[in-house]
């Protein structure tokens, strides 16, 4: 008797007929993402962080239009931003979830990054078309040819929001690297692009036997320098204003990049990663964390979709692959190079010098 391939079975002419919803998903994912944009460029989340208010008060005090209210609220209840109760006129509190990461009181605020996805991003993305037919970025490097980082130090406003936003984005990365890396055989760490100085304070907190660095261009060292200072870990990390194009990195047992490799183009790479081998010393260890894509390029949508996000900020950088490290790494002349899967979209490459 023949097998019974799936085609054989009766189908329900739903079950057969294509549908269009996951196509409707994605076509309207923006609509959420200016939803939740609006709501934490308001700071309704952080109004509501003392246990709720009811839709006339979030009204006056938002200064919400009344033909706007519930629908801006219940649509945030529905996609799980808000719990609501019943009645004319019900009160709204945060979820866990927004309490923790989307009020601006708390320390594991992430609402810069939401911020930068809403308007930067979300304008530099209004160009994909462009730069899926020319290759070149859109509108983050101005007609004198400054990227965008050059720019942004005019307006420290601007840097500080950015800074954020990127801290928002890899604060969970870090605390798994905190957790799952075996530190115990360093002394030393030094975190190249280290913005804020995130990785660097969490991992100092937990581990009091390293002496750490985190490096990043000028204006950004000095507000790591401030936080650093805020945190009272002065004695444990070193703010050092550094560029790593045109300086040698501050050698350390390890040495850390999160999404850094990313943001540069192939040959910036493979320089950056002869550069880190140089800064590690002999037996020591490069950690890379980005979203480093499956070497299928078919599960990590998140770092698909972040590689046409490097497109579009900067033309030339893209994200990688497993593979791809390894190579660039072998290359470089690391040893026993390995992915290891950290949070989400999130992984990082390991290194070791002999
Ligand atoms: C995408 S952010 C990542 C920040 C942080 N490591 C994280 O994972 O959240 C890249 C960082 O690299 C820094 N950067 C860019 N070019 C640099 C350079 N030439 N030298 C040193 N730092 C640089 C930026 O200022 C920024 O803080």
Redesign the pocket.
């Known amino acids: 008797m023949a097998e019974t391939t799936p085609d054989d079975r009766e189908h329900t002419p739903e079950e057969t007929e294509p549908s269009p919803e996951h196509i409707m998903q994605v076509a309207t994912g923006f609509w959420g993402t200016k939803v939740l944009g609006a709501a934490v460029d308001l700071e309704l989340f952080t109004v509501l962080a003392d246990g709720g208010l009811r839709a006339s008060e979030i009204e006056r005090e938002l200064g919400l239009h009344p033909r706007a209210t519930r629908d801006f609220l219940d649509t945030l209840a529905s996609l799980g931003f808000l719990e609501r109760d019943n009645g004319d006129d019900p009160r709204y509190r945060n979820t866990p979830e927004t309490a923790a990461f989307l009020n601006k009181a708390d320390p594991r605020y992430i609402g810069g990054a939401i911020n930068i996805f809403n308007q930067q991003t979300y304008d530099v993305w209004g160009g994909l078309e462009e730069s899926l037919r020319t290759g070149e970025p859109q509108g983050v490097i101005d007609e004198t040819g400054e990227?965008l980082?050059e720019e942004m130090y005019d307006d420290p406003m601007e840097l500080e929001a950015?800074?954020e936003g990127?801290?928002g984005?890899?604060?969970g990365?870090?605390v798994a690297f905190a957790e799952q890396f075996d530190f115990s055989d360093y002394d030393s760490m030094t975190?190249?692009?280290?913005?804020?100085g995130?990785?660097s304070r969490i991992v100092a907190r937990r581990e009091s036997h390293l002496s750490i660095t985190t490096?990043?261009?000028p204006?950004?060292a000095e507000l790591a320098r401030e936080r650093i200072h805020t945190d009272g870990l002065e004695d444990r990390i070193d703010a050092v204003s550094?560029?790593?194009?045109?300086?040698p990195i501050p050698d350390a047992d390890l040495v850390?990049?999160?999404?850094?490799l990313?943001?540069?183009n192939l040959e910036t790479k493979k320089t950056l990663m002869e550069k880190f081998y140089d800064a590690v010393n002999p037996g020591g260890t490069f950690v890379a964390?980005d979203h480093i894509i499956d070497d299928e390029r078919q599960a990590n949508t998140m770092g698909l979709m972040m590689s046409l996000n490097m497109l579009v900020y900067y033309g030339d950088a893209f994200d990688y692959t497993g593979q791809q490290f390894v190579s660039w790494a072998e290359d470089a002349g690391f040893e026993d190079v390995q992915i290891q899967h950290l949070k989400g979209p999130a992984s990082m490459g390991i290194a070791h010098k002999g």
């Open positions: 990227p980082w950015f800074a990127m801290a984005l890899s604060k990365n870090f975190d190249v692009g280290g913005a804020l995130d990785l490096t990043d261009l204006e950004v550094s560029d790593y194009n045109e300086e850390t990049a999160s999404l850094v990313h943001q540069e964390i």
